[in-house]
């Protein structure tokens, strides 16, 4: 009896003792103003890798596998987290109204960029990957990273982000032989 006694509280205990989440979140990063011109852009979709778009962060391990860590958790959906940090990290970088960011009303004139990110990712090396299509160009962008550590990864794949949204905002900029 007295042993079925401790097991219920012990059971009890560990039941009110959850295990707390951190969460993370991406961050901006400013960016340098182009002069671009034209109809305004707004992104229409973004896909993710299989098994990445999640509330959990994940990390590539070796032999293609993912570690999920389920009590590091982004603050969104991790699509929305890089619909939302891409569009302002455009915003940013594009002239007054030239950004049309998500939920804001479409003008009839619009160009509609769809992004596919094959990779968005950290692991098993100490750095981001970022692999991503858009319009008819490929990026490939690695960010060093201090370690593995959720932190790090989350400020590596801003890092990213931003870096891909200077990439757009340069293939949207006419080339200097067209002038």
């Not at 960016?31 to 990390?59: C, M, Q, W, Y």
Request: net charge neutral; aromatic share 6%; hydrophobic share 45%.
């Amino acid at each position: 009896m007295r042993k079925l006694i401790v097991l219920l509280l012990l059971t009890g205990c560990s039941f009110f003792s959850k295990t707390k989440s951190t969460i993370y979140s991406l961050d901006r990063v400013p960016g340098t103003v182009v002069n671009v011109r034209g109809t305004p852009i707004a992104i229409n979709s973004i896909e993710l890798p299989p098994g990445f778009d999640r509330k959990e962060l994940v990390v590539r391990k070796a032999n293609n596998q993912l570690d999920v860590r389920g009590t590091q958790q982004w603050s969104a959906t991790f699509s929305d987290l890089v619909l939302h940090t891409l569009a302002f990290d455009l915003a940013d970088r594009l002239p007054q109204g030239m950004m049309v960011l998500p939920g804001e009303t479409k003008p009839a004139a619009l160009r509609a960029i769809d992004v596919v990110l094959e990779e968005i990712a950290a692991g098993p090396d100490a750095k981001v990957v970022l692999d991503a299509r858009w319009l008819t160009h490929h990026e490939h962008i690695e960010v060093p990273i201090a370690s593995l550590d959720s932190a790090n990864v989350a400020s590596g794949i801003s890092q990213a982000i931003a870096t891909f949204a200077d990439r757009i905002v340069a293939g949207l900029s006419p080339s200097p032989q067209n002038h």
